[in-house]
């Protein structure tokens, strides 16, 4: 059990160095996601109660498992955030290297999975 609580520990040591690490790419990556993606995907309430087409598409889907707003998710690996980007997903477009250069995207990744904790394999 002590070698399970001092693994967990040095992992979550690790992200956070990690994430220190990667405090400039990430500042990038919220800049590159305000400018390409918060129009869809922002946070800010447009009509009535709703938010941007992204953020309300994503809510209604999840129904309040995972949050709409991609900026608040815990889930999104940067392997994820970048398929989604160069593949799009339902009625999201993919994005060429022309409109979001995979400098800029690995920005967007870094910011949007800078929370990101691993679904966990437990059986509880």
């Given at each position: 059990?002590k070698t ?96 979001v250069t ?15 904790r691993p ?6």
């Amino acid at each position: 059990m002590k070698t399970i609580i001092a693994a967990t520990f040095a992992a979550a040591s690790l992200v956070a160095q990690a994430h220190a690490a990667d405090a400039p790419l990430i500042e990038k990556g919220k800049a590159a996601f305000t400018y390409h993606c918060a129009a869809c995907h922002g946070t800010q309430v447009v009509s009535g109660n709703q938010h941007l087409p992204g953020t309300e598409a994503l809510t209604v889907k999840y129904e309040g498992k995972e949050p709409g707003a991609l900026e608040e998710r815990t889930d999104l690996s940067p392997e994820l955030v970048k398929s989604f980007v160069r593949n799009g997903v339902s009625v999201m477009p993919f994005f060429r290297k022309t409109m979001v250069t995979d400098a800029e995207l690995d920005a967007i990744a870094a910011y949007l999975s800078r929370n990101y904790r691993p679904a966990s394999n437990d059986s509880k």
